[in-house]
């Protein structure tokens, strides 16, 4: 399933999700459509994908580059989310900030977003505009500017974000702080804003190398979605990408495997806040690994809703918590299952713990009701749906697809999947993962008043 970001209950606590690549389940009900599409490889490695949508006069561009945090020299931690910001700075085509310039005077949006395993960048336009777009993803690939202004103007852009994401918000280090300790040897535990020394320390060269080994044709997704026409998208995909040359050295990934956890990780981070937290972090299956799916109807049954375990027994029954979730973090290599809760005024961690542990052992020990099972499934197609109904929704999870399972294909199998996890099959998922020798636990703490 495409990861989302959570919309928490909480105002408090969104910010500190703004590097998570969690799950959101919709409550709308709507109806699974098919989603047809093309896809094809060009003779540089380059892969697209096209999505044809004649519906609204839009089309979304999307570029996704197979580099995140794991990928970096641990030296030199931070790179993959400062050429997000990097590569915005223009190209020897294009002038410094001429690019955002030229999709929004064209009536168009643009972003990107880094997580551990990949960069991905977009553009959604007016569908007139589609070679517009082509043309200034493939300044991007081939031309983009890394020069001495620009290296120290994000330098200074990605200190700021630090502060205001991670430094000055409420619990913003939250899962830094959780995925430094749920990983011993994984390179899934490093921050990806990455550490600001390693950036200041880094000179041009070490940027452009990093430049010309993870952004080449051969280690990049297209997919396009919208109001094309297939023929003339393929024409303008040739024009602007088949000279591309490939990497000059094909990327070799070395897949650390991770030590089997054999006890639980207890730690205690002190933050500026004014109510503590309880983190339990369960090491989980890589995104689309067997038992995946148990493991995501699990965090679904204990934090989705008003209506949800969590919800219902620790927040509104005990009133030990103002906020408890379970949120499933997806990645290509290995999985976490993340859940975290604030306890309510007066309440001790472990109250609130034992209480956590209490829904554990409820899903460990009995099977969930045939009226819970139905609900869970209901979510997760409602939530499902709602991920491919837009044009742009449709490009990202047809390109992540293709980047983690290498099928975008599964775009219409996944529901099936869903559908086929029995209520013991969810059961024998918690008796599996959810135990104390498979959980890091951390206790986010008020700093002393000195």
Not at 56 to 62: C, D
Not at 103 to 131: C, H, M, W
Not at 178 to 191: A, I, N
Request: aromatic residues 10%; charged residues 25%.
């Amino acid at each position: 399933m495409n990861p989302k970001a959570i919309s928490l209950q909480r105002s408090f606590v969104k910010p500190i999700l703004t590097f998570m690549v969690l799950s959101l389940l919709a409550r709308p009900t709507v109806a699974q459509k098919s989603i047809a599409f093309e896809q094809y490889t060009l003779a540089n490695g380059l892969k697209v994908i096209l999505h044809e949508d004649r519906q609204t006069p839009i089309v979304a561009v999307t570029v996704s580059y197979h580099v995140g945090s794991k990928d970096e020299d641990p030296t030199r931690t931070g790179f993959a989310h400062f050429f997000e910001h990097l590569l915005f700075e223009g190209s020897e085509n294009i002038a410094r900030g001429e690019y955002m310039r030229l999709v929004k005077e064209n009536g168009g949006v643009l972003n990107a977003n880094t997580f551990k395993d990949r960069t991905f960048y977009f553009e959604i336009l007016p569908s007139n505009q589609l070679e517009l777009a082509l043309w200034m993803e493939s300044e991007r690939m081939l031309h983009a500017k890394i020069d001495d202004k620009g290296i120290e103007t994000q330098r200074e852009v990605v200190k700021e974000e630090r502060r205001q994401r991670l430094e000055n918000t409420p619990y913003g280090g939250l899962l830094d702080e959780t995925m430094l300790r749920t990983f011993s040897h994984h390179p899934y535990k490093r921050s990806v804003i990455g550490s600001m020394d390693h950036l200041n320390s880094a000179k041009k060269e070490e940027f452009y190398a990093f430049y010309k080994k993870f952004y080449t044709p051969d280690n990049a997704i297209l997919s396009i979605a919208g109001d094309i026409n297939s023929k003339q998208a393929k024409e303008w995909i040739e024009r602007y990408f088949g000279s591309i040359p490939r990497g000059e050295t094909p990327l070799k990934r070395t897949v650390v495997k991770e030590p089997v956890q054999k006890m639980e990780v207890r730690d205690k981070v002190y933050d500026n806040i004014q109510l503590p937290a309880v983190i339990h972090s369960f090491k989980t299956p890589a995104l689309g690994a067997p038992e995946y799916h148990a493991v995501n109807l699990l965090a679904t049954l204990l934090s989705e809703g008003e209506s949800s375990r969590f919800q219902k027994s620790i927040v509104n029954m005990q009133q030990k918590a103002l906020f408890v979730g379970a949120y499933p973090i997806a990645m290509k290599e290995a999985g976490v299952s993340l859940m975290f809760g604030i306890v309510n005024m007066g309440v001790e961690p472990k109250q609130l713990e034992e209480s956590m542990e209490q829904e554990y052992e409820r899903v460990r020990t009995k099977l969930i009701t045939q009226e819970e099972y139905d609900k869970l499934m209901n979510q997760v197609e409602n939530y499902f749906v709602n991920s491919i109904s837009t044009v742009e929704g449709i490009a990202e999870t047809l390109s992540d697809y293709w980047m983690y399972q290498g099928d975008p294909g599964m775009v219409n199998r996944e529901m099936d999947l869903y559908r086929r996890v029995t209520r013991e099959e969810i059961r024998d998922a918690a008796r599996k993962y959810l135990i104390p020798s498979n959980r890091t636990c951390l206790y986010y703490l008020p700093k002393p008043k000195s």
